[in-house]
Each structure stands twice: as structure tokens, then as C-alpha cells.
């Protein structure tokens, strides 16, 4: 059995080669930037919810009601005359980028962490490329990917902006299946 120490190289390289591809995804490729757009009228939009003191944090479904209430009359004419969704309410300020820089970096080294341990329980040193790279990524994939379907089903999210998300966590699976199977151990 390998030890899971002895996988700092790839899960290193793996992680940082998921930030930077993300990075350039986000940053310097154009599909992403049609995922948001501006509300309408966004100044009494946001206007109208500061007034309403809603605070950062929780999220907030609209119009609220009780689940055992679904069915009632008065909930089935507010669902029907709309808007409906989900909102969720960040801080005030600028963004704090260095922030989540961090905690995406770190959710990445948890990922290849994770699909290092996989590999290490079913995987022994020698394997070939093509074997730890299949477990590497298919574990990877299921941490960064798998759960973006559940946005779209339950969250009412564009299943266009989920796709993306989707071909990127294929891409963050693939390199962090080809940083393991390059580097895995063929003797201890």
C-alpha cells in the first residue's frame, strides 16, 4: 500500500493546476460571463431590500410560506403571480477576492487530497497511467462537478450556467487524473 504521503507531489501540482485553470476560465475565456445578469431596475430592487433590513447569510426563499401551506389558496395565488426564487445576500463592500482565492484553493487541495486517499485504498504502487488516471478523475470529478445538477433541479439555475460548470469540473478532473497517474509511484 502507499502511503498517502507520499502523494504530496501530485496532490500539490494537481491542486495548483486546477487554481490556474480556473483562473483562466473565469478570468480570461468569455463563457463564463453571461452566467449573471443585471436585475431590472436594480437601484429599486436594492433599494427595496435594504429597506427590508435582510441581513447576510441565510438564504431566502420568496414568497416564504410553510411546507404543510403549499397547497393553500393564498400560497398557490403568490407562487402564481411571481416572482418566485432564491436569494442569497453576501456583505456589503467590495468583494474580498483574497478570501475566496484561499478557500477555493484550499476546497481544490481537499478535492486531490480526497482522490488521493481513493486511489491509495484501490490503486498499489506500478499501477499504470491509464488506471490512476480513471480512479483519480472519476473522484475528482465527483468532487468538483456532481453537485452543480442539484443548483439546476432544486435551485431553478440555467441549465446552460450548470453545463459550464460541468465542462469545468471535467477539465479540473482530467488534470488532477493526469498530475497522479504522471506521478504515481511505481516502487516504495
Same mark, same amino acid.
Given at each position: 500500500?502507499? #502511503? *498517502?504521503?507520499? *502523494?504530496?507531489? #501530485?496532490?500539490? *501540482?494537481?491542486?495548483?493546476?486546477?487554481? @490556474?485553470? $480556473?483562473?483562466?476560465?473565469?478570468?480570461?475565456?468569455?463563457?463564463?460571463?453571461?452566467?449573471?445578469?443585471?436585475? %431590472?431596475?436594480?437601484?429599486?430592487?436594492?433599494?427595496?431590500?435594504?429597506?427590508?433590513?435582510?441581513?447576510?447569510?441565510?438564504?431566502?426563499? &420568496? !414568497?416564504?410560506?410553510?411546507?404543510?401551506?403549499?397547497? $393553500? !389558496?393564498?400560497?398557490?395565488?403568490?407562487?402564481?403571480?411571481? %416572482?418566485?426564487? @432564491?436569494?442569497?445576500?453576501? #456583505?456589503?463592500? %467590495? %468583494?474580498?477576492?483574497?478570501?475566496?482565492?484561499?478557500?477555493?484553493?484550499?476546497?481544490?487541495?481537499?478535492?486531490?487530497? *480526497?482522490?488521493?486517499?481513493?486511489?491509495?485504498?484501490?490503486?498499489?504502487?506500478?499501477?499504470?497511467?491509464?488506471?490512476? &488516471?480513471?480512479?483519480? $478523475?472519476?473522484?475528482?470529478?465527483?468532487?468538483?462537478?456532481?453537485?452543480?445538477?442539484?443548483? $439546476?433541479?432544486?435551485?431553478?439555475?440555467?441549465?446552460?450556467?450548470?453545463?459550464?460548470?460541468? &465542462?469545468?469540473?471535467?477539465? @479540473?478532473? /482530467? /488534470?488532477?487524473?493526469?498530475?497522479?497517474?504522471? /506521478?504515481?509511484?511505481?516502487? /516504495?
Amino acid at each position: 500500500m502507499i #502511503p *498517502l504521503t507520499a *502523494l504530496w507531489l #501530485p496532490i500539490l *501540482l494537481s491542486t495548483v493546476a486546477v487554481f @490556474f485553470a $480556473s483562473f483562466i476560465m473565469h478570468m480570461v475565456l468569455s463563457y463564463h460571463r453571461s452566467d449573471y445578469r443585471k436585475l %431590472p431596475d436594480e437601484d429599486h430592487v436594492t433599494d427595496a431590500l435594504r429597506n427590508a433590513a435582510v441581513v447576510p447569510g441565510p438564504a431566502y426563499y &420568496f !414568497p416564504y410560506f410553510a411546507f404543510k401551506d403549499m397547497k $393553500s !389558496p393564498a400560497v398557490v395565488e403568490q407562487l402564481k403571480r411571481g %416572482p418566485v426564487g @432564491f436569494l442569497t445576500v453576501l #456583505p456589503s463592500g %467590495p %468583494p474580498t477576492m483574497g478570501k475566496h482565492l484561499v478557500q477555493w484553493f484550499v476546497y481544490c487541495a481537499v478535492i486531490s487530497l *480526497l482522490a488521493a486517499y481513493l486511489a491509495v485504498e484501490t490503486l498499489g504502487p506500478g499501477s499504470g497511467f491509464q488506471h490512476v &488516471f480513471s480512479v483519480v $478523475s472519476i473522484a475528482a470529478f465527483l468532487g468538483y462537478g456532481a453537485a452543480h445538477a442539484q443548483e $439546476s433541479i432544486w435551485g431553478g439555475r440555467s441549465w446552460v450556467v450548470t453545463m459550464k460548470h460541468i &465542462f469545468d469540473s471535467v477539465i @479540473f478532473a /482530467l /488534470l488532477t487524473g493526469t498530475a497522479f497517474g504522471w /506521478l504515481w509511484p511505481q516502487s /516504495l
